[in-house]
């Protein structure tokens, strides 16, 4: 009874997943990072994957309308993400063939072309066998745009954090305000605008609430409460024999 198949696969399956997906500066990575740190999870931001080729393609002049080219760059190079090696506000590396780019992928000319690259099915398909990797590794927080939907649509627990389009450029705004950045606010919701667009209206693995995720709304919410929000959540969540997937 032990090793039966149906314990196996419960074992091996994703109920220690926690996928946070949301539109453009909805909070997620900041939530995310720290509901990893009290959960003991990985935090897994899938955002990095598509800057990461997004600055691939930027820095070989490969145009964002490319399908194919692009989808070359997405499974030829070596893209990974570990937990932070410098104390500079990071809250993971992004190593791109081997060299940081951590803050790289975060210029605002990555950002501009980031959102067209990802609409790619070739590029989406390029970049999830790794994602679904990391997420049968076991306890990870993923954050992203289609977790819950298309990456792990039986992760254990699924939110979806939104935000007034004005909150999150202005989020944005500061963030980038505070790395020494020059793009004004208006530039910043217009970006925010457009990525949202592209985000929900694309053809492939669309940003969607998932039917049975959780909506956590952030519009002037401190971020410590929406954290315990959804370490409440995950520590209530059990298996049907009763065991909690997160003790605490
Ligand atoms: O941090 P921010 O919310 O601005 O964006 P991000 O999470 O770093 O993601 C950058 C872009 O990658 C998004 O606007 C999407 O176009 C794309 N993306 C995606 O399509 N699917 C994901 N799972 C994650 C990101």
């Known amino acids: 009874m032990r090793n039966s198949p149906e314990i196996a696969s419960a074992a091996t399956g994703h109920q220690r997943v926690i996928a946070i997906d949301g539109p453009a500066a909805a909070g997620k990575s900041t939530v995310a ?128 954090l939104d935000a007034s389009t004005e909150e999150r450029a202005r989020r944005r705004f500061r963030e980038g305000s505070g790395r020494g950045s020059t793009q004004g606010f208006e530039a910043v919701l217009d970006e925010t605008r457009q990525r949202d667009a592209i985000d929900s209206g694309r053809q492939t693995a669309p940003l969607r609430l998932a039917a049975d995720a959780v909506r956590i709304e952030t519009d002037g919410v401190p971020i410590d409460r929406i954290v315990a929000e959804i370490e409440e959540l995950a520590r209530n969540r059990r298996d049907v024999a009763g065991t909690l997937f997160w003790p605490s």
Request: hydrophobic fraction near 45%.
């Open 33 to 160: 990072h720290l509901l990893a740190d009290r959960l003991g999870a990985l935090l897994f931001d899938t955002g990095a994957l598509y800057r990461a080729v997004a600055l691939a393609a930027l820095r070989s002049g490969v145009s964002p309308d490319d399908e194919k080219t692009l989808s070359r760059i997405a499974a030829d190079v070596q893209i990974s993400i570990q937990p932070p090696s410098l104390r500079d506000g990071r809250h993971y590396d992004v190593h791109l063939n081997g060299e940081d780019v951590t803050w790289s992928v975060r210029e605002p000319e990555v950002g501009a072309i980031v959102s067209r690259i990802a609409e790619h099915a070739a590029v989406r398909a390029a970049l999830l066998p790794l994602q679904r990797k990391i997420a049968s590794d076991g306890q990870v927080v993923m954050v992203g745009r289609d977790i819950g939907t298309v990456v792990v649509p039986d992760a254990g627990l699924k939110v979806y």
